[in-house]
């Protein structure tokens, strides 16, 4: 009972209208499923994809989206380990070669010939979605749709970047964009793993979330703040700094200024992408700190299971708002303006 037609937003060019319009369902091919979309959260990846605001093209015309969680209803006939009727989730990384050098060694993400939901191959922005069964999430059938499908791109890429930190429970960490969706998610996990949290973004609303909901001990506007170096400082008790920063803002500002206040020895973990951006840092103080700068990008396949369970145990709450997959242009809006407190989510039904 799949049918041939489907609801799906769709772009025919860079920056273009968003047309909600009938398509057609794809079929999977050998080693793919089919999946019934329920909901998809709505990163800013693919606000960016829409804008082209990257040195990547995408194809055309596409749907976007890459946090989809829904059923499966469909299976190509290599398929084994995934049964029609599972709850799966679509990731960024709907598929890799497997084969390559970084496959090997589970660096799934660097593969050179990667398959990009919402980007390279179409997305969670639609009914019905195709991935590699390869590397769909396994979601436990007790876990909400809606709940978890921020967590298939916002979820596994903060839980990884907190690895890459290097960060340990105690320590502390400043989470640059805590307001977005990634950045809510990041305070979740920080807090699961026992590390303590300096939340930087901007608004009462926001500081509200992250103080009361999600676990920041400090909140720094830093539109308000006069010297935002000094008062992310200030905030760890031997005013040093934190241990490690999570940047995870859409603005180059902060990827020039979180060298100066990050603690000597720490590790400065840049994740976001805004557009055209460059990394800056003072090399004098880069070396007599010792500090690392590194990037890190979505997760593997173990990255992401381990992240659904964080979730599973119930360690990981976060604001979201559901609205219908029709009203995808009003939250791209929203985002544009950066008036989102955590995330938004689409329920493909409407
Ligand atoms: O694998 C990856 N590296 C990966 C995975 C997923 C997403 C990277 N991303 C990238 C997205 O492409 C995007 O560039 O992470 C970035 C954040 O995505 P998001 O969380 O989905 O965006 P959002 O919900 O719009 O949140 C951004 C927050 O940044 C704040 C805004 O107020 C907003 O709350 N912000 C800005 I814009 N400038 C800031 C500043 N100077 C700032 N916060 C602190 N300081
Ligand atoms: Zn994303």
């Known amino acids: 009972e799949v049918p041939q037609e489907q609801w799906a937003q769709v772009i025919s060019k860079t920056g273009g209208p968003i047309e909600y319009k009938k398509i057609p369902v794809a079929k999977p091919g050998p080693d793919e499923v089919l999946v019934n979309i329920k909901y998809s959260g709505v990163c800013h990846t693919d606000l960016h994809a829409w804008q082209g605001d990257w040195p990547l093209a995408t194809k055309m015309p596409l749907v976007g989206g890459h946090e989809g969680a829904g059923i499966v209803v469909a299976r190509g006939e290599l398929v084994e380990d995934v049964q029609i009727g599972d709850h799966v989730g679509i990731k960024w990384l709907n598929g890799s070669c497997l084969s390559c050098d970084f496959c090997q060694q589970s660096d799934e993400p660097l593969c050179p010939k990667p398959d990009l939901s919402g980007y390279t191959v179409d997305g969670t ?32 890429t903060v839980y990884k970047g907190l690895k890459e930190s290097g960060v340990k429970p105690g320590q502390w960490v400043a989470i640059v964009g805590a307001g977005g969706g990634l950045g809510s998610l990041a305070q979740q996990y920080a807090k699961a793993m026992g590390i303590r ?17 999600l676990g920041a001990e400090h909140f720094v506007d830093f539109a308000k703040s006069s010297n935002v170096v000094k008062d992310v400082q200030a905030a ?18 902060p990827f020039q200024q979180a060298a100066e206040y990050v603690r000597p020895r720490g590790t400065v973990v840049c994740i976001g992408l805004p557009a055209g951006a460059y990394l800056r840092a003072p090399v004098f103080e880069s070396v007599v700190k010792m500090i690392t700068i590194k990037g890190s990008y979505v997760g593997n396949r173990k990255d992401s299971a381990e992240a659904i369970d964080f979730y599973a145990r119930g360690l990981i709450k976060f604001p979201f708002k559901t609205v219908g997959l029709s009203e995808l242009p009003d939250v791209y809006a929203k985002m544009k303006k950066g008036e989102i407190a955590g995330r938004y989510v689409l329920d493909t039904s409407k």
């Open 125 to 156: 922005f639609q009914q019905y979605c195709i991935g590699k069964a390869a590397h769909v999430a396994r979601i436990p059938k007790e876990l909400p749709l809606d709940g978890i499908a921020p967590v298939l791109c916002a979820g596994i």
């Open 197 to 213: 949290i300096i939340a930087i973004d901007t608004g009462d609303e926001k500081k509200d979330m992250c103080i009361n909901q």
């Open 236 to 253: 760890t008790p031997d005013g040093l700094g934190p241990h490690a920063v999570l940047l995870v803002a859409v603005n180059e500002k």
